[in-house]
């Protein structure tokens, strides 16, 4: 495998100042810091739960119920890096962490350590999630010398996917289960069937997988979480972790997930974070409403006779049902999105009084699962030097809250225009394919985040600020139009796989076959919206 810069040490010792009170002294490969102790995860409480047994447990310490919210904004980068993190539910979202899962080995266990020496890598990868691995396994493999930082954590979240789009990046085997319809419910007890084949991944294959990519290309690890990165004199970056290790590299990509505002700056006045929240669990039951053979993507029906004001019923949320067998079941009440954040103890609410009324009864909870999911959102600023992939690059879908498929499918080629661009400004300067007067960050930003990446988004971010504005029954409306458009539109706006000028004829179609109110309601939006007008600004690249 050829290593760039396999050759290139940094000799000597540098010292680089920061404000109180950070104060770094930087060795080769070591950082000592006179004033900053290492942050651990906070400590996480227990839930008690009434009725059924449930056979996943998580102790922890009541000392978390009595942290103070501005002690838990510690360490972030700012507010909208906290709300990202989890904000006012940040201990659900730590709980979620928590989970142990032993079918998935170390990380440590199984990638070679990152050389303590001096050499320079070509690439960091900070961030061990799907994003992470996949990236770091293809940036390896087109030739670049990887190291992967941080946290050795498993994954913890249950995956759902429409099959087609995973047996195209070669995971077809880390699905679990799969059902070949999927349905939608939004008012009456008949169905709208998609027609699709949709899968449960098998997180811990998954996991396994990608740590299995990563070793037969040659990436290295460090189980320890990043502090910060620090641009050197000659312009390499040395990533800072709080075990004080430095790692010299040419380029660092931070696929930490959502909350990286430690280490990535975001464009200002942006369009605000928006939040999907959804509260499951995985239960033996009886009588169980849904065609085991049938996915539940979305049940919007009533399933309360009177409105409780107790369980938040003027935000719309639906049911996600994945029916393993006729008894066993995994159930989601999901906020598809809110502003503010829909609270997990409302879901878990809704879910149990839609259950209820539904007739089911629980016998045994598996497992319980607390999902959130940033949406929207400041794009990074792509004049920085480091680089961002996955959430951390605002690529999760700002209407769907998807993100997986897309940061999976797209690692290979991003990984190759890095590994081009290293290659090319290393052994032949003066035919450097790019833009001289531009660095290569500018340019890896430029290709992760092209004019049309942008308008796409736009697009979207306008979806998603349209169905903040539904109740209910606009949510139905809405979704009851979109369902009747052609397959290939509906199929691409999901999978973010349609073009600008598509998104275009997916709107005017829309529009078309939509009832009258929502197209005031269209119009309406596009007029007044602010999401509206930076659609308009960014289709016309102004």
């Known amino acids: 495998m050829e290593c760039l810069g396999s050759g290139r040490v940094f000799r000597g010792c540098k010292t680089v100042s920061f404000p109180s009170p950070f104060r770094f002294h930087i060795a080769i490969g070591r950082i000592h810091k006179d004033s900053l102790s290492k942050s651990s995860r906070p400590p996480l409480f227990s839930l008690s739960s009434r009725g059924p047994k449930c056979c996943m447990v998580v102790k922890a310490s009541a000392a978390e119920s009595c942290t103070t919210a501005d002690s838990k904004k510690k360490g972030f980068g700012d507010e909208d890096d906290y709300l990202r993190a989890g904000g006012s539910e940040i201990h659900f979202v730590q709980l979620q962490e928590s989970k142990t899962m032993k079918q998935q080995a170390k990380i440590a266990d199984k990638l070679p350590p990152i050389p303590s020496g001096n050499s320079l890598l070509d690439l960091v990868v900070v961030g061990c999630g799907p994003a992470g691995l996949s990236l770091a396994a293809e940036s390896a493999k087109a030739g670049l010398s990887v190291g992967l930082v941080g946290p050795d954590l498993p994954f913890t979240n249950n995956y759902g996917v429409w099959e087609d789009e995973f047996k195209d990046l070669g995971l077809e085997r880390c699905i679990e289960h799969v059902w070949r319809d999927t349905a939608v419910y939004l008012e009456s007890d008949c169905p709208i069937q998609i027609g699709r084949a949709y899968g449960r991944v098998n997180r811990d294959a998954l996991h396994t997988e990608l740590v299995k990519r990563c070793f037969e290309s040659g990436v290295t690890y460090l189980d320890c979480k990043v502090e910060r990165t620090i641009e050197s004199s000659d312009g390499h970056i040395l990533v800072a972790c709080e075990s004080g290790a430095a790692i010299p590299c040419r380029l660092a990509i931070v696929a930490s997930g959502a909350a990286s505002g430690k280490l990535l700056k975001y464009e200002l006045g942006g369009p605000k974070v928006t939040v999907q929240t959804a509260y499951g669990i995985e239960a033996e039951v009886e009588n169980n409403p849904y065609d085991p053979n049938v996915m539940v993507f ?4 009533d399933y309360v006779k009177k409105k409780d004001k107790t369980i938040g019923s003027e935000v719309p949320s639906f049911l ?6 006729p008894t066993r079941v995994f159930f989601e009440e999901t906020c598809l ?3 503010p954040t829909m609270p997990f103890d409302i879901l878990k609410k809704r879910l149990m009084t839609r259950l209820e009324t539904m007739g089911v009864h629980i016998v045994k909870v598996y497992e319980e699962e607390w999902s959130y999911i940033p949406v929207g959102g400041s794009l990074p600023n792509t004049a920085q030097k480091n680089l961002a992939f996955g959430a ?9 809250g998807y993100s997986v498929v897309r940061s999976l499918s797209e690692a290979p080629n991003y990984a190759s225009t890095i590994a081009r661009m290293l290659k090319c400004s290393i052994q032949s300067p003066k035919v450097f394919p790019y833009d001289a007067t531009k660095n290569i960050s500018v340019q890896a930003w430029e290709a992760l985040w092209p004019q ?5 988004r736009a697009f979207f971010l306008f979806g998603l600020e349209l169905i903040l504005q539904f109740d209910v029954n606009g949510v139905r409306e809405f979704f009851d139009t979109f369902f009747r458009l052609p397959e290939w539109l509906w199929k691409g706006f999901l999978g973010s796989k349609l073009s600008s000028i598509d998104l275009v004829w997916f709107a005017l179609y829309m529009f078309v076959i939509a009832p009258n109110g929502m197209r005031k309601l269209l119009i309406r939006h596009l007029l007044s919206d602010p999401s509206g007008a930076t659609l308009m600004r960014t289709y016309l690249d102004l």
Request: charged content about 25%; glycine content about 0%; hydrophobic content about 40%.
């Open 320 to 325: 996600y049902a994945m029916p393993l067998s």
């Open 392 to 400: 951390a690059a605002s690529m999760v879908h700002p209407a769907t």
């Open 337 to 339: 999105a809110a502003r």
């Open 298 to 301: 979305m049940d919007y029906r």
């Open 452 to 456: 049309e990446r942008k308008r796409q």
